[in-house]
C-alpha cells in the first residue's frame, strides 16, 4: 500500500510539473509570440507565404513613451512576388475581400485600401539583380532592365518607338501612339497649330502645368521638361505592364490614377494644358463626366489636346463619337482652337459669361453654389460645371504671372486659405535657408546627381520644392488630407503635387523616390490615431536603395525613429553640431536625415553608417551606405 501510496504521489508530481512547464511555454511563447508565430517579424524565420501580420494596428496606436518600449525586435522581408507591390492598388485584394466593383467605370484601378488586419508589414525586397537607377539625365533615355525585368511594352509596341530592349536596359526613343517619330516633333506642331512664338509650347512661360492622361511611358512629358514646363503624368496600373514604374524609373513626374468615379487628387485650375493621345478613355460616358472632370482642374482659357481616331476618322462610328463629342463640349463653352491631322485642340472659356447665356436646362448643368470645386480626396466626381469664382470671372483669367516668375510670386487664391502675401514670403524665405542646412550636412555623403525624385510628404505652401529650382529634381509635392487647400498653391507656383492621406500607403510602385522630406508627418499622423511603424515601413516601401529621408519632428518622434534604425537594419553612429532656429519651428522640433541601404538580396539589408546628426531646436542624422565598400563587395 506504501509503494502505492509513493506511486501515486511520484505521478501526481509529475503530472503537475508537467502542467508548469506547459504553462510557462504557453506563457513564453505568448510573449515572444511577435517573434516566433506566423506572420512573424523576424527575417530569417520568414518564409514569405504571408507577408500580412494581423492584429498589430491597435497596438501602434499609443502614446509615443509606450510605443518606444514596444519596438519589434524585427521586421521580415516579404516574399518576392511582392517586389512591385502597390498595398491600395492591389486587384488581389478586391477579390480576396470580394469588393464588388464597376469594371466598366474603371473601380478597379482605383485606390482599395487593406483593412489594419491585413496590411502587408514587410519590407518589399527589390527584384533579383537590381541596379542603382541610371542616373538623370541619361536615365530619360534608359534604364536597367533588371530593375524593371518586364518587357510587353517593348513587342507590343514595337512599331511606336515607346521602347527597346537592347541587352541589359530598355531604351526609350521617344515615340508614341500619336508621335512616332517623336515626342519633341510632336510637341512642335502642337505650338504650331496655337500659334504660340517661336513654335514654343511653353508660350512665354504662360504653359507650365500639365496632365497628360493615358500617358503611357511619358515621353510627351520627358520632352517638355527642357522647355519649362511640367507634366504629371497619369496612367492606371493597367495591362499596360508597369508604363508609370518606367515612367519614374526614368526621372519623368508621374503618377498611378485613372479617370473613373472619384475626382483626381488635384484642386481645381490646376493645369494650363491637358493630353490625351489614343489614350482610349470614353469620354461620353455619365453624361460627360470624365470631360467635366478635365474641365474642373483645367484653368481659365486651358487648352486640351486630343489625338485620336475620333479626331480624323472618317468612318460611320468615329464619325458619330466626333459628333457627339463635339456637341457636347459646345454645350460646356469649349470651343476648337486648332485641328489638322489627327490632333484638335479645344479651348476653355476664360469667365462665366458663357454659361450664363445658355438656355435654361442646358446639360451638363452648372454645379450648386456649394459645392467645392478644390475637394478631391475620395470624393465623386460630378456631372456638372464648375463655375469660377467671382474674381476670376471678373479678370478673365487665373491672374497668374508666367514662369518662372511664378515660382515666387505671390498667388491670387492666397486669400482663399486665408495666408498673406507677406506670410507667403517669409515661408518661402525660411524654407530656402532650411534647404540650404540640409545640403550642407549631406555635402559629403551625395553627389550632384544623388537625387532625382524627391517627395514632400507635407508641403504646406511648396516652399521645400522652391529652394530647389536650381537643381535637377522634380517634386512630388503631398498635401495631407487635413491640410488640402494649399495645394492650389501649389499649382500655381508652376509645380506638381497630390492630396495623399498618410494613414494608408501611397499610390506609386516600391523604390520610385531618391529622397522623402517628413515635416511634422509622424505627428500629424499619430494625432490621427494611426501608426508611426506604419509609415515607416511606407516609407521604405517607395524610397530607393541608396535613398534619403529627412524627419523634421518633435524629439519624441525623432527617438522613436532612431529606435527603429536596427529594426529597419539601418544602423549608425551619431555627431552633433548646433543648428539655427527659425519662425517656423515649432517648441524643439528636430530633424534628421536617413539613408535606405541597398540590399544584397531580398533576405538581407546591408547596414549603412550614421553619419551626421544635428540637436538643440533642429537634428539631422545622415545614414550613409559606404559605397565603395558595397562595390569591392
Known amino acids: 500500500m506504501k ?8 505521478f501526481r508530481v509529475f503530472t503537475c510539473t508537467l502542467i508548469g512547464l506547459i504553462a510557462i511555454l504557453g506563457l513564453v511563447c505568448l510573449y515572444y509570440g511577435s ?6 517579424r523576424r527575417s530569417d524565420e520568414f518564409d514569405g507565404s504571408d507577408p500580412v501580420l494581423t492584429g498589430l494596428s491597435n497596438n501602434r496606436r499609443r502614446d509615443y513613451v509606450v510605443l518606444l518600449d514596444e519596438t519589434p525586435k524585427s521586421i521580415p522581408i516579404c516574399d518576392m512576388k511582392y517586389s512591385e507591390l502597390i498595398p491600395c492598388l492591389d486587384r488581389n485584394l478586391i477579390y480576396q475581400l470580394k469588393l464588388k466593383v464597376n469594371l466598366t467605370l474603371m473601380e478597379h484601378y482605383e485606390r482599395h485600401c487593406p483593412p489594419p488586419e491585413r496590411r502587408f508589414n514587410c519590407l518589399v525586397p527589390p527584384p533579383n539583380g537590381y541596379k542603382v537607377p541610371v542616373r538623370w539625365p541619361a536615365s530619360r533615355d534608359e534604364v536597367w532592365k533588371a530593375n524593371i525585368p518586364h518587357t510587353h511594352l517593348a513587342d507590343e509596341k514595337s512599331d511606336q518607338n515607346w521602347m527597346v ?11 508614341g501612339t500619336h508621335f512616332h517619330k517623336g515626342a519633341d516633333k510632336y510637341i512642335v506642331s502642337l505650338a504650331n497649330m496655337l500659334s504660340f512664338p517661336r513654335d514654343k509650347l511653353q508660350n512665354n512661360g504662360n504653359i507650365r502645368t500639365v496632365l497628360d492622361v493615358g ?19 497619369l496612367a492606371p496600373n493597367d495591362v499596360h505592364e508597369n508604363q508609370i514604374q518606367f515612367a519614374l524609373e526614368r526621372g519623368i513626374p508621374s503618377t498611378l490614377g485613372v479617370l473613373g468615379t472619384k475626382r483626381l487628387p488635384y484642386p481645381s485650375r490646376s493645369f494650363e494644358l491637358a493630353h490625351c493621345s489614343r489614350c482610349r478613355i470614353d469620354w461620353l460616358q455619365r453624361d460627360g463626366i470624365l470631360l467635366l472632370e478635365l474641365d474642373r482642374v483645367l484653368r481659365p482659357g486651358g487648352y486640351f489636346v486630343y489625338s485620336s481616331p475620333e479626331a480624323y476618322a472618317h468612318d460611320a462610328e468615329n464619325r458619330k463619337i466626333w459628333n457627339a463629342m463635339s456637341d457636347l463640349l459646345k454645350r460646356m463653352c469649349w470651343k476648337i482652337a486648332a485641328k489638322r491631322d489627327q490632333t484638335v485642340i479645344w479651348e476653355k472659356p476664360l469667365s462665366n459669361s458663357c454659361y450664363l447665356k445658355r ?21 465623386d466626381m460630378q456631372a456638372c460645371i464648375s463655375q469660377y469664382s467671382a474674381k476670376m470671372h471678373k479678370e478673365r483669367g487665373s491672374g497668374l504671372v508666367p514662369w518662372p516668375s511664378r515660382l515666387t510670386s505671390a498667388s491670387p487664391r492666397l486669400e482663399e486659405i486665408g495666408v498673406s502675401p507677406e506670410q507667403f514670403h517669409e515661408d518661402n524665405n525660411i524654407w530656402h535657408f532650411r534647404v540650404m542646412e540640409y545640403w550642407k550636412q549631406m555635402k559629403t555623403v551625395v553627389r550632384k546627381d544623388s537625387f ?13 520644392a522652391a529652394a530647389l529650382k536650381d537643381k535637377e529634381q522634380w517634386v512630388m509635392n503631398v498635401a495631407p488630407v487635413n491640410n488640402s487647400a494649399k495645394l492650389k498653391i501649389i499649382y500655381d507656383r508652376g509645380l506638381l503635387g497630390t492630396v495623399h492621406d498618410w494613414c494608408e500607403s501611397f499610390s506609386t510602385y516600391p523604390r520610385t523616390f531618391d529622397l522623402l522630406h517628413a515635416w511634422s508627418v509622424f505627428s500629424e499622423v499619430e494625432e490621427r490615431g494611426c501608426g508611426s511603424e506604419d509609415l515607416l515601413i511606407e516609407m521604405d516601401r517607395i524610397l530607393r536603395p541608396y535613398g534619403f529621408v529627412i524627419i523634421r519632428d518633435k524629439p519624441s518622434v525623432i527617438n522613436y525613429v532612431r529606435k527603429y534604425l536596427p529594426v529597419l537594419q539601418w544602423d549608425g553612429w551619431v555627431s552633433e553640431v548646433e543648428p539655427r532656429t527659425d519662425a517656423l519651428s515649432l517648441g524643439g522640433l ?3 536625415i536617413l539613408n535606405q541601404p541597398v540590399p544584397k538580396e531580398y533576405g538581407q539589408r546591408e547596414k549603412p553608417l550614421l553619419v551626421a546628426i544635428l540637436r538643440s531646436g533642429v537634428c539631422l542624422c545622415v545614414l550613409q551606405e559606404r559605397l565603395e565598400q558595397s562595390s569591392a563587395e
Not at 438656355?359 to 475620395?378: F, I, K, V
Open 452 to 464: 532625382r525624385n524627391v517627395m514632400d510628404m507635407n508641403s504646406n505652401l511648396g516652399g521645400f
Open 215 to 233: 500617358c503611357g511611358v511619358a515621353s510627351f512629358g520627358a520632352y517638355l521638361l527642357p522647355l519649362g514646363i511640367i507634366a504629371m503624368s
Open 590 to 592: 528636430l530633424e534628421v
Open 3 to 10: 509503494h502505492k501510496s509513493n506511486k501515486s504521489d511520484q
Open 165 to 175: 530592349v537592347s541587352e541589359d536596359k530598355i531604351r526609350f526613343p521617344g515615340g
Open 359 to 379: 438656355t435654361p436646362g442646358t446639360l451638363p448643368p452648372l454645379c450648386s453654389s456649394d459645392e467645392d470645386p478644390d475637394a478631391s480626396w475620395n470624393v
Open 35 to 40: 517573434s516566433i508565430a506566423p506572420g512573424s
